[in-house]
C-alpha cells in the first residue's frame, strides 16, 4: 500500500482549528506523540498553541503552514478539514486573493494532469490580463 503524502484528517483536527468562514487556521495544544523530544513539545505548546498558523510566502502569494515536516498550502489544509478528505483536485480561489482562504472562496478544480476541457475558457470570468492570453480570473458559479 503506498504511503499517502498528507497527514490524516485527525492528525489535522489535533494540530488544528479551522475557522473556515474566515478562512484562518490556529495552533491547538499539540500532543506528546507529534514530537520527538518532551522539550520539543513544551517549547513548541508554550510558544503557538492558541496563536494563528501559517504565514504569507511572497513569492507565490499563498499562504503555508509547516507541521509534521512539511510545508502545506493554507488553502489545501482548509478544505481537508472542512471537507473530511484532502482534496483530489487543485483548489482555486473565486475572488483571485490568494490570501483569502474562505471556505466559500475556495473551489475544487480540474487536476494538473487532466486535459483542458473546450468549454473550460467559458466557465472562467476574466479578471484582469496579466500578459498577452494569460488571465486572471475566477471561476463563475456553475
Not at 482549528?17 to 513544551?42: M, V
Not at 492558541?50 to 515536516?69: I, P
Not at 478539514?81 to 482562504?101: A, L, S
Request: glycine content about 10%.
Amino acid at each position: 500500500m503506498k504511503k499517502s503524502l498528507y497527514k490524516s484528517i485527525d492528525y489535522l483536527n489535533e494540530c488544528f482549528t479551522c475557522e473556515d468562514e474566515a478562512g484562518e487556521l490556529y495552533w491547538k495544544f499539540r500532543p506528546k506523540k507529534h514530537f520527538s523530544t518532551d522539550g520539543a513539545w513544551k517549547s513548541f505548546n508554550g510558544e503557538f498553541a492558541g496563536k494563528r498558523a501559517g504565514c504569507h510566502v511572497v513569492e507565490h502569494g499563498y499562504m503555508q503552514v509547516t507541521f509534521g515536516g512539511k510545508t502545506y498550502s493554507a488553502h489545501r489544509v482548509i478544505f481537508a478539514m472542512v471537507n473530511g478528505r484532502w482534496p483530489e483536485k487543485r483548489i482555486f480561489h473565486r475572488d483571485g486573493d490568494k490570501t483569502n482562504n474562505c471556505i466559500d472562496n475556495l473551489v475544487e478544480g480540474r487536476a494538473k494532469a487532466e486535459p483542458k476541457k473546450e468549454n473550460e475558457r467559458e466557465l472562467l470570468e476574466p479578471l484582469e490580463v496579466v500578459r498577452h492570453g494569460i488571465y486572471v480570473g475566477r471561476p463563475l458559479d456553475v
